[in-house]
């Protein structure tokens, strides 16, 4: 299989599962010196992820958390951020200089920041009051980060059986749907290789996810353009530019938001022939309970989308780690 | 000009500013009353309009605020809204099944909400706990909610004399926008008649609205595609698909976020030379004082949008109020 390294992968996902300890033992700490509210930080990629933390704790939690652009935040403020305020912040190369400079207001303004610097000597990772250093998986660190706060506030109890399946399954299915999704990246690829303009569309701890794999991954990495609508937004106006030919992708998740995208789903076939749904469903996750399969439907579909970015870049002969401007000049 | 009833514009602002008395006896009564937090609700076009609202009070306001998708809040639910919330939305037809049931389900927990419903008959107006019915100007609506609020928190002293100003000028000011802003919007739209995607951007408060017009007016009533993005979030990934002739216009307004339209102004003539701004400091706001500018930023890009819309629908022979799809079948 293409850009596949099985192995490495599971590696990936069980280090990533093993931070937990050390996950727990920061927001345990912070749960006993107590805080004010949760302020997940970010730009570009890293704010989609915000939104997904954000979104997978609505479902649950009274906790006070928000989140914030990095830019808007330097720029309006956000009178919310201050002392016993608990800043989450990823950043995988740590000198993106909105974060650099948000988390840095941020404790100017007395708040705490929990950072999941990748690389831990940047200044980004040297300014954080709690550090944690490891590549990738930034979905999964947010989650375990809101779903032990979530369980100090008496908010998850099934936590321990959900990590128990996670720290045993997790890894080895991802991979495999991994295995069960890449002739399905392949056509989908060739078919849409050439494409003017792709329309992304989700929902839930999907939307997320949709936007970033629209904006990050297409036009940032493939140069292919894109539009990503969520698919509550997608009935009141998106719907009207849909025709026959119009490539508009639904992505489907397990988390309360399904029926959003369930109606996107339906409304489709009347109006467009050139439509695909990748539904989480779809796809097996062995060891994993039917009820915990909604927290992890991003990182099914995303293990789905990684097959269609391998053969995408071969196809289109473009290396995903070229940029156009991004970094290459001031601005 | 085209589609530009002077003396009906004026008269539609001026009533729109008179509801200010009922505002403040409403919003007066819920401060005297005590509450715990606001819930801007809306979808779509009303979803834009409470992200406006959002940002507008996030520059001065300490208040428990946030904005609440009908669509999302219905499945994945907001454990804030509750007893002693106050729920603010609008509705033009009344008839929006999200906003009817979100409505209900926000009651339901105990919150009371205000409502702008134009049509005051509806099953919507006949349930919210505070009805306002007047036609139109959305946002200035939202806006004296939320001044009055802050007015009342001590966090806008400048109220009387900002609101002296409004209605002694606004109303003229705004028709006098349009009339300068005409030209332009016929050259626009001429030359961008054909543009198979349009790509808009904005920021602060002109970023709620840089939504709406992309999907409320080009998407659903030209029937051209668009993409809208965030000023801050263009430059961690939209930038890369843009080239000499990407359509590319944006906004840029006048409160705190406008450096960040003015860093994509700035980068656009590098890679690109088919782009257009509209800057809301290039309109005259006559008895208008500088410091306060930035609030009124979108309604000013509004008026020159109004321009653009004109002038489009001429040339494409496209009615701006017939629909494909919307609300012309089950979906």
């Known amino acids: 299989m293409l850009k596949f390294d099985e192995q490495k992968q599971i590696d990936s996902v069980k280090g990533a599962l093993a931070l937990r300890g050390k996950i727990e033992e920061i927001v345990d700490q912070i749960c006993k010196d107590g805080f004010k ?8 990629g890293t704010y989609a992820s915000c939104l997904q ?46 974060m650099v400079e948000g988390v840095k207001k941020a404790s100017a303004a007395g708040a705490k920041v929990l950072g999941f610097i990748d690389v831990d000597t940047t200044e980004l990772a040297q300014i954080v009051d709690y550090e944690i250093a490891y590549p990738g998986n ?25 990590y128990k399946e996670l720290d045993e399954n997790l890894a080895v ?14 056509a989908f690829a060739k078919k849409h290789c050439n494409d003017s303009i792709h329309y992304f569309v989700g929902a839930g701890n999907q939307y997320g996810s949709t936007y970033s794999y629209a904006m990050c991954y297409w036009e940032e990495q493939h140069w292919i353009r894109t539009k990503s609508i969520h698919s509550a937004e997608f009935f009141h106006g998106m719907l009207e530019i849909v025709d026959r030919d119009t490539p508009v992708t639904v992505f489907v998740g397990e988390d309360a938001q399904r ?9 489709l076939p009347r109006v467009c022939a050139n439509y695909t749904v990748i539904d989480s469903k779809d796809y097996e996750l062995k060891g994993i309970s039917e009820e915990f399969r909604g927290n ?6 995303h293990a789905v989308t990684q097959r269609i970015d391998a053969h995408l870049e071969q196809i289109n002969c473009h290396p995903m780690e070229i940029r156009r401007y991004y970094r290459q000049f001031d601005y």
Chains 1, 2 share one sequence.
């Open 37 to 44: 509210n949760i302020c997940w930080l970010g730009i570009g």
């Open 138 to 162: 930034e979905q999964l660190k947010f989650f375990m980060v809101a779903d032990r706060f979530m369980y100090n506030a008496g908010e998850f109890p099934e936590y321990d059986r959900y």
């Open 259 to 267: 029926s959003l995208s369930e109606r996107v789903v339906k409304f």
């Open 53 to 98: 933390a954000e979104v997978h704790m609505k479902e649950k939690s009274g906790l006070d958390f928000f989140v914030e652009n990095a830019a808007e935040y330097l720029t309006t403020g956000n009178k919310k951020v201050g002392a016993d305020t608990i800043v989450v912040v990823s950043s995988v190369t740590g000198s993106t200089i909105e």
């Open 296 to 301: 992890l439907s991003h990182l099914v579909t």
């Open 173 to 186: 299915d991802l991979v495999e749907v991994e295995k069960a999704a890449d002739a399905f990246g392949e």
